[in-house]
Every structure is written in C-alpha cells, then in structure tokens.
C-alpha cells in the first residue's frame, strides 16, 4: 500500500485536505484452534444477548477486547465490533471470518496497522489463515475544503446507467452515480456527518468543520477482480490504475458548455484536482483494466465449482462409511483426499498430462 495514499494535505484549490482508503471488505478462510475459540459458548452468549435484549456485551477473546452484538449478518452468525473493525464469523461457510476495516482505523492508523492487528488475533487464537483474502469492496474518498458550490447533479457525464441526487431545504447534498459494482458520490461530507454518520474526528483530520465535500468511488467485488484486486497486496499495486479509469473514464464533473457533445465539456475545478490527485498515486500504466490471466482465472473457478461440487459427494460417503452423526469440515475432506486419491494417481501420468495441457495452452488450443 502506498505509505503516503492516506491523509495527505493539499495547499491549491480546491484544498485537498484528505485522500485514500475509507473503508475495505475482505474476506478471509480461518481455521481455528478449537481448544482456544469457543463456537457453541460465542453462540450461546449471542442468544443470552439476545434474550435479554442487550445492545452488546463486552467481550475478550484471544489478544483483542470485542464487543459481540445480539445478532448475525446472514450469513454470519457472530458479529463482533471493535473501534478499528467488524469482524462476521460463520461455522460452515466460505469465507468463514469476514473483516469490515473501519473508516477511523484507517485514517487514523492505516491499513498495514490494522492487518497486522487482525493477524495478531487470529495467532492468539492459535488460528491460521488458509488462503489469500479476498477483497469484496474498497471505498475511496477524496475531500476538499470548498467555499461554494457552482455545480449541480445535471453537470455530471457519467457512464453509470441510475443517478440519485438528495437535497435538503433547496440546497445540493448528494450527487450518486451507478449502483452495484461502481458507485461514485459527491457529497457535503460535513451535513453526512452531523446528519448520519457523527465522524466527528474527521474536523481534526481536516483542521476544519464546515464547507468539505466529499468524492468517493465505491467499487465492490467483480468490478475489483476485473482490474486484477484480488488481495491487499493487489489493491496496494493496482489501485492507482483503477482511479485513473473511473476519474477519467466512468464519470466527470464538467462546467457546462455551448457544445452539445457533453463529452468535450471542460473539467469542473473540483474534478480537475480529483483527476490530478489521482495521478499521483502510482500506477502500473495498464493499457486495459483486464488481468493477463483473466480467461485463465475464470477458468480456474468453474474448475473449482466442478470440483467443489465432487468435494460434496466425496464427503457425503465419508460420514456413511465412517458412521458420523455431521457432515464432515471440508478441509478434513481435504486430508482424506490424499489416501483416497493415491491408488489412482501416477507420477509419470500427471506430469505428462499437464505438460500437455500447458501445451495447448501456449498455442491457444486449450
């Protein structure tokens, strides 16, 4: 991740006053240790919760003090709430831990900060973290101290298909633009906090509480893997060339002009120094915003879909042969797959196949 992205000052107007991460999804395939992590008491600490209809109770599990909320999110059972995060859990599920990283840890202590903290749990609850996360939404915001606004929601050349503007007493709040995968808002950031959100430490961050409009671009998770964000990692690397695309591609914020091509109208100053700041962030210079190996990847998870689905079988006759009263985990199939699968496999045979899968492959005939 770039180490300057977060909570940089701007001194050209606009004023940039804040730039980067505010928010990021992932999700995660934890395996923990059962003599650490409790699931049937968590379970039964919720439904007490509950009962008794509590907002939450403190709680402390491994390294980290939580709060645990009455309720789940499908399809998550346990809710846990720190300052920093949110973290779901759920018991048969893929991913089964999924990490809501919260705007104040964000800009407050950054996003390295914040992942090494989330590892430290997992290791204090003798966990481990069996793939790659996954990245399901990031949220970027952008925020400028702005005197006046000369602009309205019909200034705004947009490829996103649904816009929706909120105004509050005649006066322009909320511009957004796209819904699902890519959503781009403007926005009276300082109205959204005394209104909603009550983000107060965002006046300290900007060293002022009035006249700061938000622009954020919101993408979630097919729109992330089609410009190759996969991991944190990925998102650290590739993110620069995904703002570049939606600043300057997906939507723009013009100053009307006599042409009715609205695609040649001039830039919006606010605009402009979005455009600007994003530049600064690095980019890989990626001609198109498709990975080298997206054909390949998609492949890979309808493999993974055929085989999953083998996985369901293979596992349904383990518990008759064996005699279990439960389904077993999936990775305890996954163990068993070595035994079971030896007497059929070949050395010679697999190198051989593969070779000539690879093969085909490099003259596009696979």
């Known amino acids: 991740m770039d180490p300057e992205l977060n909570n940089q000052i701007g001194d050209t107007p606009p004023k ?29 600490r919720k439904e007490l919760l509950r009962e008794n209809r509590g907002e939450l109770e403190e709680i402390q599990l491994g390294s980290k003090s939580w709060g645990l909320m009455p309720y789940g999110k499908n399809p998550y059972a346990i809710v846990l709430v720190s300052k920093t995060m949110e973290v779901r859990l759920g018991r048969r599920i893929i991913p089964n831990c999924y990490v809501q990283f919260y705007s104040e840890g964000l800009w407050t202590r950054g996003l390295p900060a914040l992942t090494a903290e989330f590892q430290d749990w997992i290791n204090s609850l003798g966990g481990e973290i069996l793939r790659s996360e996954s990245v399901s939404r990031a949220d970027w915001a952008f925020d400028y101290g702005l005197s006046e606004i000369d602009f309205t929601d019909r200034d705004f050349v947009t490829r996103a298909d649904k816009t929706a503007t909120w105004s509050q007493h005649q006066q322009l709040q909320t511009v ?6 890519i959503v781009v808002r403007v926005y009276d950031k300082v109205a959204e906090i005394k209104q909603q959100s009550s983000k107060h430490f965002f006046f300290d961050l900007w060293g002022q509480k009035e006249n700061v409009w938000r622009t954020e671009f919101q993408v979630r998770r097919d729109r992330l893997k089609s410009a ?21 591609d997906h939507t723009r914020l013009c100053r ?42 998609e492949r890979l998870f309808r493999q993974m879909q055929s085989v999953y689905g083998d996985l369901k079988g293979v596992g349904a006759l383990l518990q ?19 035994d079971l699968i030896e007497p059929h496999h ?12 690879v093969q085909k492959w490099r003259c596009g005939q696979w």
């Open 228 to 248: 190759g964000i996969n991991t944190i990692n990925d998102l650290g690397d590739l993110q620069g060339d995904l703002l570049h695309i939606l600043a300057n």
């Open 256 to 297: 009307p002009g006599p042409d009715q091509n609205r695609a040649r109208w001039p830039l919006h100053p606010l605009w402009d120094a979005v455009v600007r700041d994003v530049k600064t962030i690095p980019r890989f210079g990626l001609v198109a915003d498709l990975p080298r190996n997206a054909g390949l990847q």
């Open 320 to 338: 008759v042969i064996n005699n279990e009263p439960e389904p077993p985990f999936l990775f305890d199939t996954l163990r068993d797959l070595h």
């Open 16 to 44: 940039l006053l804040l730039r980067g991460l505010d928010s990021l999804y992932v999700g995660n395939y934890v395996r923990f240790d059962e003599s650490r992590f409790d699931w049937s008491e968590l379970l039964a």
């Open 176 to 181: 957004q633009l796209g819904k699902g995968h």
């Open 346 to 357: 070949s050395q010679a045979a697999w190198d051989q196949a593969l070779s000539e899968r």
